[in-house]
């Protein structure tokens, strides 16, 4: 039985020219970029074509990259970054990525608090909450652009236009969001931005955080010059050009690659709701992630799905992979007000580019045998 992988929000295959490029700088530019001879030269013009690049495509000047190890760092820097000082308030949104509920958990100690903004049965912000937030006593907004869990895309203008007015730093998790849908970062008007290369078939280890010419963040890593004193170590050359050349596939054909996506995914979806009725999509049917499908099967449970499922060579998960081994129902689900039965039974596919047709139509039904086993049902599918 060939497995089908319908995991790619947890992470991509890197693409051949990806792995080619890096090949090819672990061996021509191996030296330390910071180093002043020839071949660290080399090193750092390799470094700084890829910076160009990045800049470029995600619409910032090159001097606002920062080079991190990945989405989930770039989120830290940034929160605690624009929290040292006197205490306030952090306003998020439930169900944002671990990476940053846990750094604004830890900041609880000294003293700071968190207060949630609202969404609909969707997943989207409520948009007539932000004029009654605390403004005077919020020091730092963070919110997620795109969910990891559900893929809804929140729609940010209205919030970053009430963070500028009070003046008032906005971070956003944009880590799903780079390489699946356009973003722009001078457009969107927000501080800072996490991305991270795996997510977009990249190399794993590597992200960056984009943060806007005129925001300062209190660093905290030392024990170095690099990037310009913003994030200390020696930049690992080789994956900063995997991720520059997997960004650069991604923006040559990215309506293309996107409507095929959509497609495979819309596929999914309606072979799942026919032969799997009852289940019930989570989040915005127009405002989602083109490969994202978060679906609920009442009468199936999702740890049960996921280990019978894998059995079946489906891969999937339950939401984010960084909160797996947790019992706890999703928050983004519990804040969208699905009730036990749906959340609890609740799995998210994620399609790649690298997906085909027919596989979509045999994880249809091999998702669906499973389903009806777990649920005491026929085991065979419609037609099958």
């Known amino acids: 039985m060939t497995p089908i992988y319908l995991d790619n929000n947890a992470t991509t295959r890197p693409f051949p020219q990806v792995v080619e490029a890096m090949s090819e700088h672990f061996s021509a530019h191996y030296a330390n ?31 606002e990259v920062v080079f991190t190890s990945g989405g989930t760092e770039s989120s830290n820097l940034a929160i605690f970054g624009f929290t040292r000082g006197e205490p306030g308030t952090i306003v998020l949104t439930a169900g944002e990525h671990p990476a940053t509920v846990e750094s604004c958990e830890s900041l609880a100690s000294s003293g700071w608090s968190t207060q949630h903004l609202n969404v609909d049965a ?87 955080l984009l943060l806007r010419e005129d925001c300062r963040l209190a660093p905290y890593l030392f024990g170095g010059h690099q ?3 913003r994030r200390p170590g020696t930049e ?37 709701l026919e032969a ?27 740890e049960a799905l996921l280990v019978a499922l894998d059995l079946v060579g489906v891969s999937c998960s339950l939401g984010s992979t960084c909160a797996s081994g947790s019992a706890d129902p999703a928050p983004v689900l519990v804040a969208m007000g699905r009730e036990p039965e749906v959340y609890k039974s609740s799995v998210r596919f994620s399609v790649g580019i690298e997906n085909s047709p027919e596989e979509i139509d045999d994880a249809i039904r091999r998702i669906t045998n499973v389903v009806r086993r777990l649920r005491g049902t026929s085991s065979h599918t419609k037609g099958a």
């Open 33 to 63: 970029p910071g180093s002043r001879h020839q071949h660290g030269r080399k090193a750092r013009q390799a470094l700084e074509d890829a910076r160009e690049t990045i800049a470029r495509i995600l619409g910032a000047s090159p001097k």
């Open 122 to 208: 969707d997943g989207r912000m409520l948009l007539d909450q932000y004029d009654d937030l605390p403004w005077d006593r919020v020091k730092l907004v963070t919110l997620i652009l795109a969910h990891n869990e559900t893929g809804v895309i929140q729609d940010i203008g209205p919030l970053a236009k009430q963070c500028r007015r009070h003046g008032v730093p906005l971070h956003l998790d944009a880590v799903q969001a780079v390489g699946k849908i356009p973003v722009h970062f001078r457009e969107l008007g927000v501080s800072t931005l996490a991305l991270g290369a795996h997510k977009f078939h990249g190399p794993r280890g590597i992200g960056a």
């Open 227 to 229: 990037e310009a004193g």
């Open 236 to 272: 690992p050359v080789a994956l900063i050009v995997g991720m520059a050349k997997a960004l650069e596939i991604w923006d040559a054909d990215q309506n293309a690659r996107r409507q095929t996506i959509l497609a495979l995914r819309d596929r999914l979806e309606a072979g799942l």
């Open 276 to 302: 799997c009725d009852p289940a019930i999509v989570n989040g915005s049917p127009e405002h989602r992630l083109p490969n994202t499908l978060n679906i609920a099967f009442p009468g199936a449970d999702g």
